[in-house]
Nanobody, 121 residues
Framework: QVQLVESGGGLVQAGGSLRLSCAASGLTCSAYNMGWFRQAPGKEREFVAAISWSGGGTYYADFVKGRFTISRDNAKNTVYLEMNTLKPEDTAVYYC??????????????WGQGTQVTVSS
């Protein structure tokens, strides 16, 4: 059974930084391209960033380019999202999932509990 556990969220002031982690179990993380998504209150879940299975390729949503960096450690079955220069509009619950490369479509229908990021102005 695939399990994705997100952590690292919290309350931060605008301009601050956070590093999120996504620990995967029940799958070999290195076999999948992985992505981060977020869902703000009252809005649909949206794509944030993706990284290829090897870590050699990445792509981002326009609204996080230059501020967020996705990375992975396949030995630890973990994917990270480094978030810098945070803005109040980045406030959301952040999730990870396996992703179909070049798209914003996920591989797994189930999601973890997510991790809450709140950015105060």
């Amino acid at each position: 059974q695939v399990q994705l556990v997100e952590s690292g969220g919290g309350l931060v002031q605008a301009g601050g930084s956070l590093r999120l982690s996504c620990a995967a179990s029940g799958l070999t993380c290195s076999a999948y391209n992985m992505g981060w998504f977020r869902q703000a209150p009252g809005k649909e879940r949206e794509f944030v960033a993706a990284i290829s299975w090897s870590g050699g390729g990445t792509y981002y949503a326009d609204f996080v380019k230059g501020r967020f960096t996705i990375s992975r450690d396949n030995a630890k079955n973990t994917v990270y999202l480094e978030m810098n220069t945070l803005k109040p509009e980045d406030t959301a619950v952040y999730y990870c999932n396996a992703i179909r490369w070049g798209t914003a479509k996920v591989e797994f229908g189930s999601w973890g509990q997510g991790t809450q990021v709140t950015v105060s102005s």
